[in-house]
């Protein structure tokens, strides 16, 4: 059995804070926990506004506070975000994530990331354990 807290994580060293200052991102369960996915607590601070494109990746996320949008860049349609929201990356999508209010989201990743990861110049996580900063 696995347990953890966000204070041990963050602890721990699985506390990101992306270098652009839109998010952080508690790194709860990674890659090397072996679970075949990895889940995350991640803040988006309010004021953010910007691309994503997980090519590597699937996502899930749940919104359990604050208020934003979430835009598809291949049709322009907004999706609202508010708390009991849950949007799904199954394809991969392009996508613009805006924060009115500071969001705290539930995030599962598949693959699993290794626990370094921010986003590259694309907007997407590298499949490999070091940190891209393009």
């Not at 926990?33 to 991640?42: A, R, Y």
């Not at 590597?56 to 979430?70: A, D, K, P, T």
């Amino acid at each position: 059995m696995i347990v953890r807290d966000m204070e041990s994580a963050a602890a721990a060293g699985r506390k990101i804070v992306s270098p652009d200052g839109n998010w952080d991102s508690t790194r709860l369960l990674l890659k090397d926990d072996n679970m075949g996915f990895s889940f995350h607590i991640t803040t988006i601070y309010e004021g953010a506004d910007f691309g994503m494109h997980y090519q590597n990746h699937l996502e899930s996320v749940y919104c359990m506070s604050g208020e934003g949008e979430v835009e598809t860049v291949a049709d322009g349609k907004k999706y609202p975000i508010k708390p009991g929201t849950i949007y799904i990356l199954d394809k991969h999508d392009k996508h613009i994530l805006r924060a009115f209010k500071e969001m705290k989201m539930a995030c599962v990743f598949n693959p699993p990331l290794h626990g370094k990861e921010v986003h590259n110049k694309e907007g997407a996580y590298e499949l490999t354990a070091e940190a891209v900063t393009d």
